[in-house]
């Protein structure tokens, strides 16, 4: 806008300027004209004091000066003999020549008028000298002043729509980033939100204004709902923690007692055997069943209790292989399955001995669990690939746990990644309170072999580092373990 107004300013400071040079030179062009006709009256004033030739030569003379803007001279003898004729008009131009034609076709032209007065002569009768109106001279006079204005009005069009151009092709460069980070919003990543420079228009720099508002906006209910599915999940184990000590408190003191008391039912009914049999038979059933409740807590609280954890919070790398390798070990002696489960667990720049924080440790292996379970429900899978790798960069102090679920099975299409359940579902959200995102696609074809599609889940969790000081010393070389087992 701002430019548009610089160009009209200037356009009408243009046009007056011009305006005032023409004023003048018409002025000039009048007095001079005017001038020339006082002259040319006191010559003819003075006629009968010249010969006749000298008189020709000095009105042809001050007619050919141009003074006389549009007044043309015609002198006759006595005889009737035209002694001066009028000056003809010069060629005009090829453009003021189409606009004379062009005026003549759309008006019709001017009839000649013409004013005689007599001439005395001292030695003879008197001759006539004949004042002709010059229209062809107004005409092209005020057609040059039309072709000026024109062509001054055409620059201006044009600088007007240079201006534009110029602008309008500004706005569109200026466009790109702000469509890039409005494309990246949509994908929730408000980097480039936060990254767009100040826009060279105000309308535009009011919008990158207004986005990286949202993006201030988007990002604090981001963290809000992170909170939030944090504490849902917490509010989740908890629940899992107080079932278990039910369990263990409860069902454990009972089973404990019922072993006790089929033991001294099998001591008393030692001479009885069929007796003794069936209460061994209860022993036996009292011990699986105690097993299958041991199988059970470590199912709703793998890291056990809080107070077992190291003082931080941290668990170290170890335990969480260990526990991945019972996860996978109990899908494998699960019975009736016949997917073979494998285990690929590598630590870059953290040990053994080193401490992953306990909610990480914790919901790897909760969307472990759950990616394994659809798996064996819904896959059809005949391989199944469980892969963890943790990599720190040395002295970094956040490290990048990079995990991922690979199947050979039947696949899953979008539709259907959010019907069967809620097992995707609940690996997501725990992914995603954990800062992380999962994704997901066709595993590859050389894991996913002839059996299917399969299905590829992939996270990457970044984490703070736990530097107890013991980090320092296992730093030189990666960890790694695999397992792999067969049902």
């Known amino acids: 806008m701002r430019g548009a107004l610089v160009v009209v300013l200037g356009a009408l400071l243009l046009a007056l300027l011009v305006g005032l040079w023409r004023a003048r030179e018409d002025m000039r062009d009048e007095l001079s004209g005017a001038l020339a006709q006082a002259e040319m009256s006191a010559l003819l004033i003075a006629a009968n004091t010249i010969d006749d030739d000298e008189l020709v030569a000095a009105v042809r003379a001050l007619r050919d000066a141009g003074g006389s803007r ?83 009005l055409a620059g201006c069009g044009l600088l007007m729509l240079g201006v534009m151009h110029w602008r309008v092709r500004r706005s569109f460069r200026a466009l790109a980033p702000l469509l890039s980070a409005i494309e990246q919003v949509e994908r929730q990543d408000l980097g480039e939100v936060r990254a767009l420079p100040a826009m060279p228009i105000r309308e535009l720099d009011v919008i990158a204004h207004a986005l990286r508002h949202l993006a201030g906006a988007l990002e604090e209910a981001e963290a809000r709902r992170r909170l939030l599915g944090a504490q849902v999940l917490t509010l989740q184990e908890d629940e899992r923690n107080h079932l278990a000590r039910e369990l263990h408190d409860e069902l454990g003191q009972h089973l404990t007692a019922l072993r006790v008391d089929a033991s001294w039912l099998q001591r008393r009914l030692a001479h009885e055997p069929e007796l003794a049999a069936v209460v061994a038979g209860m022993s036996e059933h009292c011990s699986r069943i105690q097993s299958e409740v041991r199988a059970l807590l470590t199912r709703l609280r793998p890291l056990g209790t809080a107070d077992s954890a190291h003082a931080d919070g941290g668990e170290r790398v170890e335990r969480l292989r260990a526990l991945l390798e019972t996860l996978v070990q109990a899908w494998v002696q699960s019975p009736g399955r016949s997917t073979r489960y494998t285990l690929a667990f590598d630590s870059v720049g953290l040990g053994d001995n080193d401490r992953l924080p306990r909610e990480l440790v914790l919901t790897v292996y909760r969307i472990s669990q759950e990616a394994l379970t659809n798996v064996a429900r819904h896959a059809q899978a005949s391989e199944a690939r469980l892969s963890v790798r943790i990599v720190r960069v040395p002295g970094a102090t956040t490290a990048l746990l990079d995990w991922a679920v690979e199947d050979d099975g039947c696949g899953l299409d979008d539709a259907g990644a959010w019907q069967r359940g809620n097992g995707l579902a609940g690996v997501k959200d725990r992914v995603w309170s954990a800062g992380g995102d999962l994704e997901w696609q066709p595993a590859s074809t050389a894991a996913s072999g002839a059996g299917g599609p399969g299905l590829k889940l992939h996270a990457r969790l970044p984490f703070a580092v736990i530097d107890d000081g013991s980090n320092v010393n296992n730093l030189s070389a990666p960890t790694s373990a695999e397992q792999e087992r067969t049902s």
């Not at 008006?107 to 001759?127: E, I, K, S, Y």
């Not at 004949?130 to 006079?141: G, K, L, M, P, V």
Request: aromatic share 4%.
């Open 70 to 152: 549009h007044l043309d001279v015609r002198l006759v003898d006595g005889a009737g003999q035209v002694r001066l004729e009028p000056k003809p008009e010069p060629p005009a131009s090829a453009v003021l020549g189409l606009l004379v034609q062009l005026n003549r076709v759309l008006f019709a032209p001017p009839r000649p008028q013409t004013v005689a007065a007599a001439l005395p002569r001292p030695d003879g009768p008197a001759w006539q000298v004949q004042w002709i109106a010059s229209h062809d001279s107004e005409q092209r006079e005020s057609l040059v002043q039309l072709v000026e204005m024109m062509s001054l």
